[in-house]
Structures are given as structure tokens and as C-alpha cells.
């Protein structure tokens, strides 16, 4: 018999870790100085998403399926046909209780990347930069099937006949990727891929700047270098190859040893197509290769409203905090073939609360009291997404060393 599932393991990601700026300032470089840095880091907790209720559960318990009597007849004729056939047998209901179990995706995704930037002050008032990821991804994937009573109907009905003794000697894991494969998608197995992601273009306006107060203008573009959409992988990232502009308004107040830089941010993103298996109705959760079509897609934009503290211990020494709360709308598809386009937009709407810690570590200051050998920067930022809707939970950490010459 065989089996169709309900699965996609990675679902969007927003991968805010690959920035090519981390705790947000309203500093610039002085004119005419060059500053190359190099930021290392890991993103954790993707296996780990808040539903559209906002509560936070793993992806495995999220994608599991229940293979119980009433979801086998909703997916396949076969499966119809067999619990029947039990029904007839014996009390009554014997098909309606039978159940194949919860077929248990197990996924661990991580993301490692390193992003060279190199900085330019072209003005005291204008830096640009530019940034280049290299991305490393990896997820482990495990099947498993769990919690059936098909012991109890084998030790009933095998022997009847071999078309029954198929359907309960059925391996969820292996009809799974046996369903995949005639279906013209990707083996669910480890992945461990490398690849550049997107470029990022980066440019920072200083309106103005005096002793307390500065106010800033920064317009991140995101150039899509990276991988393009997969339709065929369920367990492909799919979030890169993406054109985006991030502008952002950052203003900074200092006060004592501390400096405050409340900011707004909105992330346009530039409508593109991409080549995508759109569902049929409702029911078609897993789309055939012959719904594949080349569909025009506009991802929902997002606002983004935050604030950071900044604390002086000493010249050499800094402390950073920040909170960040993110809201995205709705993609949107659109094709030719008059398909459920609307389906691809469920759960697409998201929204996120996002916390920063972060320490800094400069020895400008003492090189230009001749007590350093190199001007240099190095921080280490932490951050996690504490609460969110249709958004997976990203814990990140990164390391940054900023040169100058």
C-alpha cells in the first residue's frame, strides 16, 4: 500500500544572523578610512518553530502525521479499499481503528557561515560596505514510526491474502520516500551543503552628529547570489536568491557612561518568480511534478521597531543590549494554470520578539595613544527570538573582528 504524508521540514527562515551589520549604531567611518571585518557565525534552534497560536514546538512533533484509518482514506484509494475489507470482518469498525502509527520527522538543522565586509568611509558623513556569506548547512533527518497497532492486525488477518499482508508489513519511513521518489521529490536524507549566500550592499548617511545626539540613515540591498528556490527538496533552506532593500532610521542619545539608539526598519522586498509545485485544492498537501509552474511571488514586507543600549566601561571595554519586535505580511503567489495559489500563503504571515546581548572589545583608543599595535574591534553578539508566530525560534551567536587602516 502505499503512503502519502503531509511534510515540509524547513519552512521560511528569516536568517536574520547574516547581516552584514549585527547590533545596530549610528557610527561611520571617518573619511577616507577602510575597515575589513570578519563575522563567524551559528544558528541554532531552527528546529524549533512558534505556530500561528504562538506556542513553541519542535519541527519534528509539527510535521509528524498521524496515520490513523481517517487520514489513510483521505490520501489513498488502496488504503480506502483495505479498511473496508477489515470493516466486514469480525465487530464492526475493525478498519476504522486501524492505524499505522505517527511517523516522527526528526530534523536537526544548523547554520554555520563566515561574511567577509569590507567598509569605506567615502565622507565623515557616508560609509558604504559590502558583504559576502558563506553559508554551511546542515540537518539530520530521521524517520521513525511510532505508537501503531498493526501487531495486532497481523496477528489477525495475514495469510488472507498477499495484497493484505503488503499493507500491514508497511514501513512508513520507506513508503514515505518511496512516495517522494514517484512523485519527482528529493530523498529525505542528511544534507550538509556549502554555498555563497546573498550579497549584501550596505549604505550609512549620517544627517547629523554633536556631542549627544547623531541620527543616521542605513539601506542594506540584498542581491539574490544565492541558492534559488527548490521545490523538489523539502528539506532544502529555500530562503536565499532573494532581492530585498532594508532601510533603516537609527538615532542615537548619549547620556553618562551610556548611549540609547532606538531604530525603525522596513524591509521591502522586490517581487520575482520562482518555479513552484502549487496545490490543486485544499487536499493536495503534496503536489504532483505536474503542477510544477513558473509563478510570479511577492514576499510579504516587514517592519522591524527596536532599541539598543550601549554602555562605556572603559575606553577599550563596551556593553551592548537590545530588543527588536519584527512584523511581516502575507506572501502573495500568483500564476496562469488557475491553481490554489492561495495555499502557498497560509502561515506565511510572522511576526517575532527578538533579544540581543553583546560585548565589545577596542583598542582604538589606546592605539592612538600609542599603547596598541593595530586598531581593531573584536565582539561577540548573542541573540534569540523569545516569542513569535509562524516564525522559527533562531538562536544566534556571531563573532566580529573589525580592522582599520
Known amino acids: 500500500m502505499k503512503v502519502v504524508i503531509i511534510l515540509l521540514i524547513a519552512s521560511s527562515l528569516f536568517l536574520g544572523a547574516s547581516r552584514a551589520f549585527a547590533l545596530l ?14 563575522r563567524y557565525g551559528n544558528l541554532d534552534g531552527i528546529g524549533e518553530r512558534y505556530t500561528d497560536d504562538g506556542s513553541l514546538i519542535t519541527l519534528g512533533d509539527y510535521k509528524s502525521v498521524n496515520f490513523d484509518a481517517k487520514t489513510l482514506q483521505k490520501f ?3 488504503a480506502r479499499k483495505l479498511i473496508t475489507a477489515l470493516n466486514k470482518f469480525g465487530a464492526s469498525g475493525l478498519g476504522d481503528k486501524f492505524n499505522l502509527g505517527v511517523l516522527h520527522v526528526d530534523t536537526q538543522p544548523h547554520v ?58 508497511t514501513d512508513l519511513g520507506k513508503a514515505t520516500n518511496d512516495t517522494l521518489a514517484q512523485k519527482g521529490y528529493k530523498k529525505l536524507e542528511d544534507h550538509n551543503d556549502s554555498f555563497v549566500g546573498d550579497v549584501q550592499l550596505v549604505s550609512i548617511y549620517k544627517f547629523f552628529d554633536d556631542s549627544r545626539t547623531a541620527l543616521i540613515y542605513q539601506a542594506q540591498i540584498n542581491l539574490p547570489t544565492g541558492p534559488q528556490y527548490d521545490c523538489d527538496d523539502l528539506a532544502a533552506l529555500n530562503n536565499f536568491g532573494r532581492t530585498n532593500i532594508n532601510n533603516t532610521i537609527a538615532y542615537s542619545y548619549k547620556f553618562w557612561k551610556m548611549t540609547a539608539v532606538p531604530f525603525a526598519s ?123 508566530v509562524n516564525v522559527e525560534r533562531q538562536l544566534a551567536q556571531e563573532l566580529n573582528l573589525m580592522l582599520f587602516f
Open 112 to 169: 554555520n557561515y563566515f561574511a567577509p565586509v569590507f567598509a569605506r568611509g567615502v565622507t565623515s558623513k557616508w560609509t558604504v560596505a559590502a558583504g559576502v556569506p558563506f553559508v554551511n548547512y546542515t540537518n539530520r533527518i530521521k524517520l521513525s514510526q511510532q505508537f501503531s497497532n498493526i501487531d495486532y492486525y497481523r496477528s489477525q488477518f495475514s495469510g488472507l491474502s498477499p495484497e493484505l499482508d503488503e499493507a500491514l508489513n
Open 266 to 388: 522596513y524591509i521591502l522586498n522586490v517581487p520575482d518568480q520562482i518555479t513552484e509545485r502549487v496545490p490543486s485544492n485544499e487536499d493536495d498537501t503534496l503536489p504532483d511534478a505536474v503542477n510544477k509552474e513558473r509563478i510570479h511571488r511577492q514576499i510579504g514586507n516587514s517592519q522591524i521597531v527596536g532599541s539598543n543600549l550601549f554602555y562605556d566601561w572603559n575606553d577599550q571595554l563596551s556593553l551592548g543590549t537590545g530588543y527588536e519586535y519584527g512584523n511581516k505580511e502575507a506572501d502573495s503567489f500568483s500564476g496562469s494554470r488557475g491553481l490554489r495559489y492561495d495555499m502557498l500563503s497560509k502561515y506565511t504571515a510572522s511576526n517575532f520578539h527578538k533579544v540581543k546581548a553583546q560585548i565589545v572589545y577596542s583598542t582604538v583608543s589606546s592605539y592612538f595613544k600609542k599603547k596598541s599595535l593595530l586598531p581593531m574591534i573584536a565582539s561577540l553578539e548573542i541573540s534569540d527570538y523569545v516569542a513569535g
Open 76 to 78: 489513498n484509494a488502496d
Open 25 to 38: 549604531s549610528t557610527e561611520t567611518l571617518p573619511e577616507g578610512i577602510n575597515s575589513p571585518s570578519f
